[in-house]
């Protein structure tokens, strides 16, 4: 038995080689502690509630058992999705992660039992899907379009990975080198010419290589990449926008079809282009990424508007009601973003993150820990019938017969204090601000913040180099006014001040807070004559039981003059800052036969509806009282 | 064999026997008679591109083949859809209404020959589905909610009615009554106690028991009414929204789940009632209708705004984008809309007959009768990308792998006359106005209009009985203004002269064809802001090519108050009245990064964009000059 890592030296996702052509580089995963606030709280709701949980659930639903009969240690048929094993391995990442930062024997207990589990149903020559292995007759790689064995491998790999990074066992990492070696061995441009249609082995294979050293990984990622936009999924007779296939990664200038598949195969590309130094590829992702920004993204960063195909639309398609912004898609969106932040260095990403994190991600789990979103729509009217699982008029469930979005939160969470913060030879940048502690080498700091709910940033020096050192603020793009130190700074880039620091040195960050009223582009027609509520990093929603008066929201409008009320309520949603303005009620639509008329808008009937008080809580804590209306974008009185 | 009916004879789809408790009656579809003008134009496309081409397509794609090889002239596996028969069906339908209307004999020897190959694949003891028969290893009914047995089943006894009706011949008869006597065996409350997942064969049963007077059928259309919304579906492990299974027919207060589906069990619903005489049933009919007319139904008439399932959305849901309004969806709603006015005599019914009709159902074929939409969006963006065959951005196409909607409007197109005027023993009722001839027992009526291009109809008595007869004329709701010999009416409802008619006499209903500005309740999120252009029964749009100085569609503004222009265009698309007025381009959004904007809106930005003449055309037109931008619903300037 190995012996655990300190924190301060385990890597966490992503973590490019010396060499790798990356600007920034990242922070080893304990070297950022959050010890109060917001991520504080929902990290120990995932690691008190949602990592015990999960492991019940995956019983539950005969995940593991999938895996004993593979072994031989249970008989019977394969229960769930073909990509079952998938859920099991984000959980053991998810543990491993949550090891690192807990050191809790308990999890690693169960992770190394779940660990032999999983090597037990390991074939001799490394190939491992159990239930492909019980369920199609271990007819492997028969139908890679959907049978997603390239996708439950990267899922282990990264489990692997980061269990050797955050327990130094190597025991899932032998599973995952001959799965490898295996996977090396069948495809490429010497072997099989063929690609899974569910990207991740990309990402998996870059850090198993970044792990292990094996170049032939790093090979085979780039094939992955490489081999799609070249017809074949069509030659399995499926059509390839769906799939990320219908134009090759170098030549796309855009995001399409399913939206997680397409964030996870660009987030891989992204590690393929940062190892092999690649910046014709890099290049291309940032097009691609400028595009999913500029038109296919909501404004809480939920990426994917369609249910059909859990797809990305077309630009500007993005309806609130039916807006699909799957939980896994955002955390497939920091992924994308964070790797092209450390390529790139560009604030703007760290900007993504932020706003993906608070409120398209973090909407996915339930305060408890214990209850998720698949579909996360900015709006849900009073009589919305759920027909589907998913449908969030169900509210948040406990878990999902496609499960891969808790999981997945899960290992986000556990894993989310390596977003926080990195370095470079000059110094350190903080891209996110919780309440905590950053180490980089000589350099140690503490972060005091009451962030999102305030916007000042005290960062305070508590051991420092005897040279200069610079440390670089992120300044968000929303934060127009900041100051450092009381100096304006500029919004959207990082502040830095370079200089020899001192034990005790403060630099104080101030953001504004004020709430603000944000529009979309004439463009998206789904939300024209709205505005959402800002603050902070925050979107804002009104929820149906804030109301005064039971006003029904499907009928709220806001004036936009109106000033805004701000109070933070420690007793509401485990502590959010509400905000409060003046809106209208309007009349309820009549109770015509038909919603068409000829007869002009009566804007007085409107104005005439009676003032109420407006509630906004983040959009993040909705559904946390019992699913109910929410609106997200607001109509203008 | 039997002798051809006279034209004067031949009932079209859904007469209710004399016992029915309805408030009009059918007239015999030879009675009716369009001459001229646009359903004139729109017949003859039918005739002489869609019906003849439609039987190639079911060569070409093997619809035919697989009754081949039921009936034991082929060998080889099934090809297409479960419910591959049902298109067969439903261009025999339309090959025998069209053949009532022409007497071509080529079209009754084509409609016998694919008769005798329907007749060869029955077996023994009734029952037919040839891909059931072929692929499924003949095992019946094991996956009732998907295996579409019964509405393949449906759609053959629809077309053995027709094919009786219009031509004499009991061919198809024979074995639509061995078929529904093995489903009545097999199916009830004494049998089989399960249901269709898509309803049709209620409407097919009650027309079969109209055809023979056998009361079986007309009890097992009245079980398989009621079977559903009590756990069918959901014994097989089902989700029943989609189906119609949720809540009982008699119990349901709106329409929901996927709209074909939806519409035909209600249109199968209120033959029950009208048989019957089952008021309650009626009732809860037209409640149900009343619910989509308010929330669930497009402008054009189109039913179903998910592509997910294509189903109805909550209220209010109506994305013009993705909307969905499924052709068949449109036909359905016809249907049931006809039955809803022979039951009541209310000319709300028949008011959405015509938007129906004009709007989302004629959309679905080209001008040239030889492609078809399936999906019938109200908007599609400058760079849409089609990456479904059903996609509007395609433009129509020749068929379908599911080529539900081909084949089902032939057969609506064949049998429009019958859906034009009624009669009571007051006298007879004009509901859709085309230039032609009625005839209704003693009255002879020639009818003189170029509607929808001109709102004067002339109606001029050939002959008459020698006592009192009421005519009645639906003054459409939109009609405000209208006149009847010079004599003001009320818009919505009939307007009803009675009297001794002597041959000459004439009758000028004058309706007022402005182009109007129509608006959504404000709770149609996805119109906010919006007008639409009407003019008489027509719905317009604006398409790309028409813009002058290529304007980009997805910029135009309208000027609500600006004046508006009609020109009738015999040269353009096949004849169209085409409708200007001013609008603005709106400045292109800026190149910004994101979306989303704190800056308020700009309006006088907006208004300094150049002001441009914008063209619009009947949108059942559009698309016919190849797929472009187009919308509906235009934003106000």
Redesign the interface.
């Known amino acids: 038995m190995s012996t655990k890592p300190s924190a301060g030296t385990v890597c966490g996702p992503a973590s490019p080689t010396a060499g790798a052509q990356t600007r920034l580089h990242p922070l080893p995963l304990g070297q950022v502690r959050i010890t109060s606030g917001l991520w504080h709280e929902r990290g120990e709701a995932n690691r008190l509630a949602s990592i015990p949980r999960g492991l019940d659930r995956l019983h539950e639903a005969g995940n593991l058992r999938n895996l004993d009969i593979a072994g031989g240690l249970a008989q019977g048929e394969a229960e769930g999705r073909i990509f079952a094993d998938s859920d099991v391995y984000k959980w053991l990442e998810a543990a491993a992660w949550e090891y690192a930062r807990t050191g809790d024997e308990q999890l690693l207990a169960n992770q190394l039992s779940v660990t032999e589990v999983v090597g037990r149903a390991q074939a001799e020559d490394g190939y491992i899907d159990s239930v492909v292995q019980i369920r199609e007759n271990k007819e492997r790689y028969r139908d890679l379009p959907h049978s997603h064995e390239h996708y439950v491998a990267g899922h282990l790999i990264q489990a692997a990975v980061a269990q050797v990074r955050a327990t130094g066992r190597r025991d899932l990492l032998e599973v995952a080198i001959r799965l490898a070696d295996h996977l090396a061995a069948t495809f490429g441009p010497q072997a099989r010419d063929d690609v899974d249609g569910h990207p991740v082995v990309e990402m998996a294979l870059v850090e198993l290589y970044r792990e292990t050293g094996t170049r032939e990984y790093l090979d085979l990622a780039e094939y992955f990449v490489s081999a799609r936009g070249r017809g074949l999924m069509a030659s399995y007779g499926r059509?390839p926008?769906?799939f990320s296939d219908?134009v090759p990664v170098r030549e796309a200038t855009t995001v399409?079809?399913h939206a997680v598949r397409a964030v996870y195969l660009a987030a891989g590309a992204a590690d393929v282009a940062a190892e092999t130094g690649d910046a014709e590829l890099l290049a291309a992702l940032a097009t691609q990424y400028?595009s999913m920004?500029?038109?296919k993204?909501y404004?809480t960063g939920g990426l994917g508007s369609?249910?059909?195909?859990e797809?990305f639309?077309?630009?500007?398609?993005l309806?609130?009601?039916?807006g699909y912004a799957e939980t896994c898609a955002a955390i497939g969106g920091v992924q994308w973003a964070w790797r092209m932040l450390l390529a790139t260095g560009d604030a703007?990403y760290a900007d993504q993150i932020e706003r993906m994190l608070f409120n398209g991600f973090l909407a996915g789990v339930s305060l408890s820990g214990t209850e998720y979103f698949y579909v996360n729509p900015l709006?849900l009217?009073g009589?919305?019938?759920p027909?589907?699982?998913r449908s969030a008029a169900n509210g948040r469930r406990g878990w999902f017969d496609c499960a891969c979005c808790p999981p997945n939160i899960m290992r986000m969470l556990s894993s989310l204090g390596a977003h926080v913060a990195t370095t470079t030879d000059a110094g350190v940048q903080i891209h996110q601000y919780a309440n905590g502690t950053i180490a980089a080498g000589d350099l140690q700091l503490d972060v005091e913040t009451a962030y999102p709910w305030d916007g000042r940033v005290r960062v305070t020096v508590r051991q420092a180099p005897t040279t200069p050192v610079e440390l670089a603020f992120r300044v968000p793009a929303?934060a127009a006014g900041a100051t450092l130190d009381g100096a304006a700074v500029a919004a959207g880039d990082y502040a830095r001040v370079s200089r020899t620091y001192r034990d005790g040195d403060e630099i104080v960050l101030d953001l504004p807070m004020a709430p603000?009223?944000?529009?979309?582009?004439?463009?998206?027609?789904?939300v024209?004559?709205?505005v959402?509520i800002?603050r902070g990093p925050l979107v804002y929603a009104l929820e149906q039981c804030d109301q005064a008066e039971g006003a029904p929201v499907?009928?709220l409008r806001i004036l936009?003059g109106a000033p805004f009320e701000v109070e933070h309520r420690p007793d509401l949603l485990s502590g959010v800052s509400v905000v409060r303005t003046t809106g209208r009620v309007?009349s309820p639509?009549p109770a015509?036969?038909?919603?068409?008329?000829?007869?002009?808008?009566d804007a007085r009937e409107?104005q005439a509806g009676r003032e109420v008080s407006l509630v906004a809580i983040p959009y993040y804590a909705w559904a946390n009282r019992g699913p109910q209306p929410m609106r997200v974008w607001i109509?203008t009185a």
């Open positions: 059509e926008t769906y219908r399409e079809g400028d920004e500029r038109g993204q404004i369609r249910w059909e195909g797809s639309g077309d630009p500007f398609e309806p609130t009601d039916r703007r709006q009217r009589d919305a019938h027909e589907h699982e929303w603000r009223l944000t529009r979309a582009d004439e463009r998206v027609d789904a024209r004559g709205c959402t800002e499907d009928d936009p309007a639509p015509a036969r038909s919603p068409y008329s000829t007869t002009p808008a409107e109509p």
